[in-house]
């Protein structure tokens, strides 16, 4: 983060990312807390392996069929 701090995030599900969300996730951590995280505020992310399995987002202008 900006600040210094740090999250490692070993499974992909504890980062939470709703699909109407812009700036925002969530970081689950251990024993049933989490972290809002204001995505402007990340200066870095690496990573390890494979790349994630992606699906693609529909823009605004593409119709459902």
Known sequence: MNNGARFDIKDPESLVVHKDWTVDAIVLLPRGRFSFV?????SHVSGAGSLPRLKR????????S
């Open 38 to 42: 204001y995505l402007r505020n990340v």
């Open 57 to 64: 987002r529909r823009g605004k202008d593409e119709s459902d």
